[in-house]
C-alpha cells in the first residue's frame, strides 16, 4: 500500500486537528472535518495505520459512561511529512492558547445558572477587531447554551448540524438556532446583547480567511463530538 492522493488528504486533516490541542483525534472528529461518514474515516484511518503514519490509542467516552472510544494520532514520521512554516506555528500557538483559555472558562461554567454563566463569557469577550478570538467565544457562549437547554432541544440542534456539511453556513447556523431558542428566556438586558453579538459574529466570520473558518469549525465539531 502506499500514500495515496486520498490517503495524504485524510492524513492531512488529522494533523493539522491534532496540532490545534496536541490530543488524539477521534474518528468521527475527523469525518466531519472532511464531510464523509464516520465509519469512511474509520476505514480510512485503519488503512494508514498499517502504513506506520498513525497510532491508535483508547480514551474514556464523555457521552457513555465506562466506555472507551478509539482515537487517533499523527505519529512523528507524519509531522515531519507536514511541516508547519514559520508563520502558521506562531498562529496555531496564539489560537491553541485561545482554545486552551476558552475550554477552561466552559468547564468551569458547567455547574453555574445560564444567566451567571453568559455573563461570566461577556466579560471575558475579547474586542471584535480580534476576529478569530472574538467568534471564538461566541460559539463557546453558544455552547453554554446548549448544554444549559440539553433534552431534546440540543438533541434536534446537533441533528440539524450534522446534516450541514458547509463549515461557515454551519457555524452561523448553529448560532442562529441558539438564539432562536433562547431569546425568550432571557431579560431585555442580556437579550439585546446577544442579538448584537451575533449580528457582529455573522460579520466578522464573512471576514475571516479560509484558514480561519476551518479552524473556527473544527472548534465547534470538537466540542458537539
Known amino acids: 500500500m502506499a500514500l495515496t492522493k486520498r490517503r495524504l488528504q485524510f492524513l492531512g486533516k488529522l494533523t493539522e486537528l491534532y496540532r490545534r490541542t496536541n490530543l488524539p483525534i477521534h474518528y468521527e472528529t475527523l469525518a ?3 464531510g464523509v461518514s464516520k465509519w469512511t474515516a474509520y476505514d480510512m484511518l485503519k488503512e494508514i ?10 480514551e474514556v467516552n464523555p457521552n457513555e459512561t465506562g466506555r472507551s472510544q478509539v482515537v487517533f494520532a ?9 511541516p508547519l512554516s514559520r508563520t502558521e506555528n506562531t498562529e496555531g500557538s496564539d489560537w491553541k492558547r485561545t482554545v486552551s483559555k476558552l475550554t477552561g472558562m466552559l468547564k468551569s461554567l458547567k455547574h453555574v445558572g ?11 469577550l475579547p474586542d471584535k477587531s480580534n476576529g478569530m ?21 440540543e438533541t434536534f440542534i446537533r441533528l440539524v448540524l450534522q446534516k450541514t456539511q458547509n463549515q461557515e453556513a454551519r457555524m452561523l447556523l448553529f448560532a442562529g438556532s441558539i438564539l432562536g431558542t433562547v431569546i425568550g428566556t432571557l431579560n431585555d438586558e442580556l437579550g439585546g446583547r446577544l442579538t448584537e453579538l ?11 480567511t479560509v484558514k480561519e473558518k476551518e479552524m473556527l469549525a473544527d472548534l465547534l465539531t470538537e466540542a458537539l463530538a
Open 198 to 208: 451575533i449580528a457582529d459574529f455573522s460579520k466578522a466570520i464573512n471576514e475571516l
Open 133 to 153: 478570538e472574538f467568534c471564538g467565544y461566541i460559539i463557546g457562549l453558544m455552547l453554554v447554551y446548549l448544554k444549559k437547554l440539553g433534552g431534546r432541544t
Open 74 to 82: 499523527p505519529t512523528d514520521e507524519t509531522l515531519r511529512l507536514f
Open 32 to 34: 466531519n472535518s472532511l
Open 114 to 124: 445560564m444567566n451567571e454563566a453568559i455573563r461570566k463569557l461577556l466579560d471575558e
Open 49 to 58: 495505520e498499517k502504513l506506520g503514519f498513525v497510532s491508535r490509542s483508547y
